[in-house]
């Protein structure tokens, strides 16, 4: 897979998981990324992030 893809649906699914009400410890554990990413890619909006 693109690299730039995986990025971009791995950035939709933490927003997407913390929409549903998951916390960011719950969405590191789920996707076993840090969680200190997860708050950064939950920080950026769809334009900054690209």
């Known amino acids: 897979m693109n690299y730039y893809l995986n990025k971009l649906r791995t950035y939709h699914e933490v927003?997407?998981?913390y929409r549903e009400g998951n916390s960011i410890r719950k969405i590191?554990?789920?996707l076993g990324l840090n969680w200190?990413?997860?708050?950064k890619l939950l920080s950026k909006?769809?334009?900054?992030?690209q």
Do not use: A, G
């Open 15 to 17: 927003h997407k998981m």
């Open 28 to 30: 590191s554990e789920q």
């Open 36 to 39: 200190s990413t997860i708050k």
């Open 45 to 49: 909006d769809d334009r900054s992030y």
